[in-house]
């Protein structure tokens, strides 16, 4: 069994998301900052428990849905948020806003937001890896319309025949709650059983994981990022997610407004598609219930844990919200390489 604290860091982590990502919302909708984003409720299991397994010379490559993905890495918050609203404390300087956001001291050199433009970059870091005998691998999320993409089976087509430490981790946040283990879900666009007879098509091992589940979450990635690295070639995974009600409309929303830990301990969110996702498909509210059945934490210490979150999500805003705009003379800085126009 593994350490309480542990299971109290990840909870920690999963928050420090969740919480982020609400104040992304209420920035946004105050006018904090133009332009379309995405947030990462409802899937941050799935970027706590790969990052829990990476050391600190692996490599991370992802999509517009990146948050999550960078605050599991190690991200400042209060950098991150600096960046979504173009200050010049950003991560980029203010540059790349949230669709581009990276952060290359942590393993994350750069985010696509085109629809599975980071794969052919991520395996040609994993052969630059594999190159240099680095000991580090190279993970790449993406979501299942990348599957849709040429650029997805050149870029695994050829992680297999050059037999580079890649996994590529595929979050399918389309999965309707009772159809989320293997073998219950058709693919809806391509003419395959299953997303992941794709890859296996190319000989690539490859698992089906419910992303609502952090138990099962925590061993597949265990097992594969284990075998990416013993074997040095590529695994495959889809994540299957059932996507957040206040993902669905165009703009992001917070239904019920945020996310309250009451829930945990017998109350009900509202409105009933909030409350039907939260009952089954929300991965913090069903790993806290867990911990809370299991005994390893109790109300105390969960809302300890929030408060904790959520002060240094309150410092983040505020540092970002106080950070200077950027000097208008650097708009052209770095747009060119040694500042040279060839």
């Known amino acids: 069994m593994e350490d309480p604290v542990k299971h109290q860091k990840r909870l920690e982590n999963m928050l420090r998301i969740r919480r982020f990502e609400e104040q992304v919302v209420r920035l946004s909708k105050a006018g904090g900052f133009p332009g379309h984003y995405h947030v990462y409720i409802g899937q941050e299991a799935t970027a706590v428990t790969v990052c829990e397994q990476l050391e600190p010379h692996d490599m991370i490559f992802t999509t517009w849905r990146n948050h999550g993905h960078l605050l599991a890495r190690g991200a400042s918050p209060g950098r991150m948020l600096a960046e979504i609203l173009g200050r010049a404390t950003g ?13 290359k001291e942590i393993g994350m050199p750069a985010t696509s937001a085109m629809v599975g433009g980071a794969l052919p970059i991520a395996t040609g870091a994993a052969l630059g890896l594999k190159h240099r005998r680095s000991p580090g691998i190279v993970v790449a999320f993406f979501g299942d319309a990348a599957l849709d993409e040429g650029a997805f089976y050149e870029a695994v087509n050829l992680a297999g025949l050059w037999k580079v430490p ?10 309707p709650p009772q159809k989320r283990r293997r073998g219950q879900f058709p693919s809806s666009s391509l003419n395959a059983a299953q997303l992941i007879d794709v890859p296996r098509a190319l000989q690539i091992p490859s698992e089906v994981v419910d992303g609502a589940d952090v138990d099962a979450l925590c061993g597949c990635f265990r ?12 695994r495959f995974v889809e994540v299957r997610c059932t996507r957040w009600p206040g993902n669905v409309p165009l703009w992001p929303e917070l ?31 069903n790993y806290l219930r867990g911990l809370l059945e299991a005994g390893t934490l109790d109300r ?19 540092f970002a919200e106080s950070s200077p705009w950027p000097d208008p003379a650097e708009a052209t800085r770095g747009t060119f390489a040694a500042e040279r126009r060839t």
């Open 91 to 103: 991560l980029c300087r203010g540059k790349s806003g949230t669709l581009h956001l990276a952060d």
């Open 166 to 175: 890649i996994l590529y981790v595929c979050e399918n946040n389309s999965i």
């Open 223 to 234: 097992k594969l990022i284990a075998e990416v690295r013993t074997s040095a070639s590529a």
């Open 255 to 285: 239904p019920g407004g945020e996310w309250n830990l009451e829930w945990a301990f017998g109350a009900k969110p509202e409105p009933q598609d909030l409350a039907a996702w939260a009952e089954k498909s929300d991965p913090l509210l």
């Open 300 to 318: 105390d210490i969960a809302f300890a844990v929030d408060a904790r979150v959520r002060n240094e999500i309150a410092d983040a805003v505020h």
